[in-house]
DNA sequence: TTCATTTAGGGGCAAATACCCCTTTTGTCA
DNA sequence: TGACAAAAGGGGTATTTGCCCCTAAATGAA
């Protein structure tokens, strides 16, 4: 029986080759290549030869994360499976991770020998759902979705701004409105997130990863 | 020649038993446990037998951190040499780790080759630094200290509740103390850090761990 | 073609914030 | 024991913020 060629994407390279020692210890796989971004691995595919059977994919990295990336995997190489791997826990994180394709979502945070049962049944039905993301999904379909989705772009792009030093004078000048129309954002925000302040704002903003400082 | 005895406290399981193959594949090292935690480290050293000559050590951890932990290690067992290994890149959290007592600092983006170099430098000649990490010494002695050094302990208690949706009014109370004495914190903190209002205050603790949201 | 939603804007007011000024008490250390 | 820093508190004021009210244009779907 062949064994599955897997491909780890992943930044920090000594984490990718202590990873890399653990699959090819595995049976059924064996690693191929190291990446350290979405964007060398899309590079990679350019050459058939360095298309694999299974990407194990981080999710933070620099210049194209593994959301992005398993978007064009999803559209241009169908038949790649991606197993996403992260220390995200933040229920947002993991299902735009789902949306985007992944297969599965496996925490950095689990044992050698279920990164192995997760990989098997991947290739063989096709997905590996831990409970813990199973609940997930069931949730984000009674929950009505997740907050920042109450938010439009243009509100999003004042909270940018208000994450700021800037009076709202200077942010509405920035965004050319009237202040008026920034308070009114404000106001709105306020209402549909239950805050008090705007302290209360810039935390929420960055807990929600709508601003990272 | 015997192998040196070596200790892994990563919270993240999978990446412990990763980068465990990885020092068991280096002829001098060997893996004696690995921990979750500062505390589980601690408990076992209460047994002579699961003290090593080394602890590879993460600094961001549940429970007890790579700095708590190696201050304990530095004054209860001075003889067990501690290499950090963390993805933060930052001076401050570098230079705590190192005054904590840390024989050297490694990015977790380095080669594993590099790792087995640095292990054996630790061991052999007790330090082992990049130039990364000796240049950031050697900036550490001319730039006079980081910012938060300038902040009293009072003023950093009175972050804490800054990053909140509280008034000053309502901190003052928490505190116990006159919205006065509040005010004045707050006054002298902007002056030090150059700030103009609450926003960017929440913005500079956060930017330089003072307060996690 | 209505009706609803979104986007943009305005008036007024009370509370909170930012920015000056200033004093007293408590350590603590040289 | 005097000097000096830190901690705690106060007065006054201008600006900003938060919270109500309400209007008009544009867009878009039924």
């Known amino acids: 029986m062949q064994s599955y060629k897997l491909v780890i994407v992943e930044d920090h390279v000594l984490l990718s080759q202590a990873i890399e020692g653990l699959v090819n210890s595995f049976a059924q796989f064996e690693v191929c290549y190291l990446c350290k971004n979405g964007k060398e691995l899309i590079t990679r595919f350019k050459d058939p030869k360095n298309i694999p059977d299974i990407v194990l994919m981080d999710i933070n990295m620099p210049i194209m994360n593994g959301i992005e990336t398993t978007k064009i995997l999803k559209d241009q190489y169908p038949n790649v499976r991606v197993l996403a791997l992260s220390v995200e826990e933040d229920e947002e994180t993991i299902l735009k991770m789902l949306r985007a394709g ?25 997905f590996y759902h831990t409970k813990n993301v199973t609940n997930l999904l069931l949730g984000s379909l009674t929950k009505k979705n997740n907050p920042s989705d109450l938010l439009k772009p243009r509100e999003l792009e004042f909270i940018q701004h208000a994450c700021t030093e800037k009076t709202y004078r200077e942010i509405a000048s920035d965004m050319c409105l009237s202040p008026k129309t920034i308070e009114g954002y404000r106001d709105v925000i306020f209402d549909k997130l239950h805050l008090r302040n705007r302290t209360g704002l810039v935390i929420y903003a960055i807990k929600h990863k709508i601003f990272t400082p």
Chains 1, 2 share one sequence.
């Not at 925490?107 to 039905?125: C, G, P, R, Y």
Request: charge should be negative; proline fraction near 0%.
């Open 102 to 126: 992944a297969k599965g979502y496996l925490l950095k945070d689990t044992e050698k020998s279920i990164l192995e049962n997760a990989l098997i049944e991947v290739m063989e039905t096709g």
